[in-house]
């Protein structure tokens, strides 16, 4: 049983914040909900419901059991008030920005994104009128810049997809705060194991669990988390927040609901109305997969430094990016924020550019040819031709996705192994 009165610490927290045994039967391993509806005690007890003058489950679109642990661990995980489960990390982003802007509003956005976050951004401004304004470069000076009045948000990458560049959280943090903008915090490839955004001063914190939460590569899912911090009632404006809800009796969330009004905002339009829920089987792998979170992060930040390390050295590769080698870019924010190493995933650049980088990826064995990243196994692809063929070619080379680049996902094999199919596949690489 998890002991509210005695916080437990990361690796405990990972096992057993959010779910305890089943009180009908005793289940140690939490149960998965599979039903669409509960039975109400009363027509007065659903009306309630209804009308959110109280909680409870009543239909599986909105909230379920199973879900429900996974929003307490992963909040529990992140130090968030309250959480989220939705049904991939692509709509854990647009929830936030749907729930946060109105048409004509703003944001800054990080420069460097994954590219499924840049190509959404860019048909929400075009199609909705929410205004993504992107930061000249990577420091707070140049977020600080793009601000314009109609901004209402700031959103960046903890961990930047795919170059592993680890973003100044701390000084974006201070921007927000001295202009008054929650900042919104995509962890998903630091995962809370490695950085902690709501510590740094984030408001909202997004993940895909598709990746190392869940970390086998089985299901797809996202979470947002509310830190609970931002005072929305004195910025003003954000009307899905601050209320009223005409169709609630005239619901106004932060008097409702003082502790965690973003969340309950994302609930009732991002699930009741919108409707992309998580199933609690891919609420049960998720929450079965961060049960080894911490461990599993300590190996893939090993082995990245390893790999790392011989491709750095290596007289076909021209740059690795990953900034947990001494004298890398990024550096002193790799060492400040991620003592742990900033994760497993970086790109690599071949001195024979695009024919080179295809070849090598043709010429892997051990390591898997496929999209996702965070997951056990090793994992390769060719951004400029696949995740961010979107990118102007300019835009492809300051997110370090140009032609001559490949992205990689370090998994948790023997890095001996590792290293010996990245060498011979770079041997058939002209
Ligand atoms: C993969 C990813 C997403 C999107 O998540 P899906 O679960 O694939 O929809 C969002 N942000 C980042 C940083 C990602 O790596």
Request: hydrophobic fraction near 40%; charge should be negative; proline fraction near 7%.
């Amino acid at each position: 049983m998890t002991d509210s009165t005695r916080p437990h610490r990361f690796a405990t927290q990972a096992i057993h914040a959010g779910a305890s045994p089943d009180p009908a039967t005793g289940a140690r391993v939490q149960p998965i909900y599979f039903t669409n509806g509960f039975v109400f005690d009363s027509t007065e007890q659903a009306a309630d419901i209804f009308a959110v003058r109280k909680t409870g489950y009543s239909y599986s679109r909105g909230s379920n059991p199973t879900v429900a642990a996974l929003e307490r661990r992963v909040a529990a995980l992140e130090g968030a008030k309250a959480a989220i489960a939705v049904a991939s990390g692509q709509s854990a982003v647009l929830l936030v920005l749907m729930t946060l802007l109105r048409s004509g509003d703003a944001y800054v956005a990080s420069p460097r994104l994954f590219g499924g976050s840049l190509g959404l951004m860019r048909r929400l401004d075009g199609r909705y009128d929410l205004r993504p304004r992107f930061a000249k470069g990577m420091t707070p000076e140049d977020f600080e810049a793009a601000i314009t009045p109609e901004c209402r948000a700031i959103v960046c990458e903890s961990i930047v997809n795919p170059c592993g560049y680890v973003t100044d959280l701390e000084g974006v943090a201070a921007v927000a705060r001295r202009h008054g903008l929650p900042l919104v915090v995509d962890n998903t490839l630091a995962s809370p194991a490695l950085i902690r955004p709501i510590e740094h001063g984030a408001d909202i914190v997004v993940h895909s669990t598709s990746k190392f939460l869940g970390g086998s590569g089985q299901t797809i899912g996202g979470v947002i988390c509310d830190a609970g911090s931002f005072d929305w009632v004195k910025a003003g404006g954000y009307d899905l927040i601050n209320g009223p809800w005409p169709d609630y009796d005239g619901l106004v969330i932060p008097e409702r609901f003082p502790e965690t009004p973003f969340a309950v905002a994302c609930r009732l339009f991002g699930l009741r109305d919108l409707g992309p829920g998580l199933s609690p089987m891919n609420a049960f792998l998720t929450l079965t997969g961060i049960e080894t979170l911490p461990l599993r992060m300590e190996r893939h930040c090993a082995n990245a430094k390893a790999v790392a390390a011989f491709l750095k050295d290596h007289p076909k590769v021209a740059w690795v990016s990953y900034p947990g080698l001494p004298g890398q870019t990024g550096e002193e924010n790799a060492r400040r924020y991620t003592p742990q190493g900033p994760g497993s995933i970086f790109t690599v650049a071949l001195k024979g550019g695009e024919p080179a980088a295809l070849a090598f990826i043709a010429g892997l064995e051990l390591v898997s040819h496929l999209v996702n990243i965070g997951e056990i196994k090793s994992l390769a692809i060719h951004p400029a031709t696949t995740t961010h063929r979107q990118l102007p070619d300019s835009e492809k080379a300051a997110a370090f996705v140009g032609p001559e680049t490949v992205r990689l996902s370090i998994g948790l094999e023997n890095a001996e192994d590792l290293i010996a199919d990245i060498a011979q596949a770079l041997d058939r690489v002209d």
